[in-house]
């Protein structure tokens, strides 16, 4: 049981290049979540995904795509990378305690 | 928009002291939740409390949903190293969607030098 994974775990992008973050959990949860940390601001929602098929915006999705592939997968995107992106990426999902946070993807962009 | 205040952002502890944080909702909430973030690891769900006046403990963790509903404290008794970290809380009010989690900005945890 690996809960919540997310590949990958760094990544560096020029300014205009696109990629896309995985994430996946096993947990058998209908919601899933991305946010963005950074230093001093906390946790901050990008997309929400209350059940496949369905996402919506959080409080930052300016620059950002998701696809919820199915149950288990969440997908960002980020289709033309600037600066202002360079954060810590965490995805979550959410059972009947809590929501449960993946490992973090650390993206640099210059 | 919603402001979920906590405090202190950092404080210094000495092995053995117990430890004391809180937040605070400009609004109500329904459910509060206590977070510990390593670093380079994600948040970890540590204690989450469903209603007012609740008090749930973890091991030496002790979390209390305020009676106004628009507080939480974190107490951490008999402090050890392995402590050391950030802590989160975060809230979902009445009528939140399950995307609707506010998130503090944490509690840095270090060791006093």
């Known amino acids: 049981n690996a809960g919540v994974t997310q590949t990958p775990k760094f990544q560096v992008l020029k300014t205009g290049q696109s990629m896309t973050l995985q994430c996946a959990q096993d947990?058998?949860?209908?919601?899933m979540y991305w946010y963005r940390q950074d230093p001093g601001m906390g946790l901050r929602l990008i997309y929400y995904?209350?059940?496949?098929?369905?996402?919506d915006k959080g409080e930052v999705p300016n620059g950002y795509n998701v696809s919820r592939l199915n149950k288990r997968e969440f997908s960002l995107r980020l289709e033309s990378a600037a600066p202002s992106q360079t954060s810590v990426y965490f995805c979550?999902?959410?059972?009947?305690?809590?929501?449960?946070f993946g490992p973090g993807t650390r993206l640099t962009v210059t | 928009g919603q402001q979920l205040n906590q405090s202190p952002q950092s404080m210094f502890i000495q092995e053995g002291e117990d430890v004391s944080m809180n937040c605070t909702s400009s609004?109500?909430?329904?459910?509060w939740l206590w977070y510990k973030q390593d670093p380079g690891e994600g948040p970890v769900l540590l204690i989450a409390?469903?209603?007012?006046?609740e008090l749930t403990s973890n091991g030496r963790l002790t979390a209390q949903f305020g009676i106004t509903r628009k507080d939480s404290f974190l107490n951490i008794s008999a402090s050890i190293p392995s402590d050391v970290g950030i802590y989160f809380c975060?809230?979902?009010?009445?009528?939140?969607?399950?995307?609707?989690?506010?998130f503090g900005k944490g509690t840095k945890l270090s060791v006093k030098p």
């Open positions: 995904s209350a059940s496949e098929g369905t996402t």
């Open positions: 409390l469903y209603k007012a006046g």
């Open positions: 979550a999902s959410s059972g009947s305690f809590g929501q449960y």
């Open positions: 609004s109500i909430f329904n459910t």
């Open positions: 975060a809230g979902r009010n009445y009528g939140g969607s399950q995307g609707n989690l506010i």
């Open positions: 947990m058998n949860h209908n919601s």
